[in-house]
């Protein structure tokens, strides 16, 4: 049997996440492996074949799972970024020039508030271990 060239269970990767961080990473299920039975939300599906959901583990030695994450440069992940700008774009649109959205998020967070608006897409995606 040929093995595929895309994710494998158990191969270790690079997770980067919504704040750019690299971390470390195990992929513990694929487009090939997904079990729609054990999912019946499909919230974990993969959006594409490149897609897979991981443990990541972070610095401090806890780990946490991520599903459904594009690998980098894929056009799942292209999407993300898309969709992204297109949020930000539109929430800039009200905004007095040179003020951004993560300045009012950061002013409602300084004055101990939740910052109000609609939540942005998160750009996660992994690569292959360099």
Do not use: C
């Not at 990473?25 to 959901?53: F, H, I, N, Q, W």
């Not at 951004?100 to 967070?109: G, I, M, V």
């Not at 508030?113 to 292959?128: M, N, T």
């Amino acid at each position: 049997m040929a093995k595929s060239k895309g994710p494998q269970v158990g191969q270790m990767v690079t997770y980067r996440g919504r704040d750019g961080m690299k971390l470390p990473a195990l992929v513990t299920m694929t487009v090939e492996t997904y079990d729609a039975t054990a999912d019946p939300s499909g919230t974990r599906k993969p959006a594409d074949d490149t897609s897979v959901s991981l443990t990541v583990f972070r610095i401090s030695g806890r780990f946490y799972a991520r599903h459904n994450v594009p690998a980098e440069g894929s056009d799942a992940h292209e999407a993300l970024i898309a969709a992204k700008d297109e949020f930000d774009a539109k929430a800039a649109e009200g905004l007095p020039e040179g003020v951004t959205l993560d300045d009012l998020k950061e002013s409602a967070e300084e004055a101990g508030d939740e910052y109000p608006g609609p939540a942005a897409p998160v750009v996660r995606s992994w690569a292959p271990l360099a």
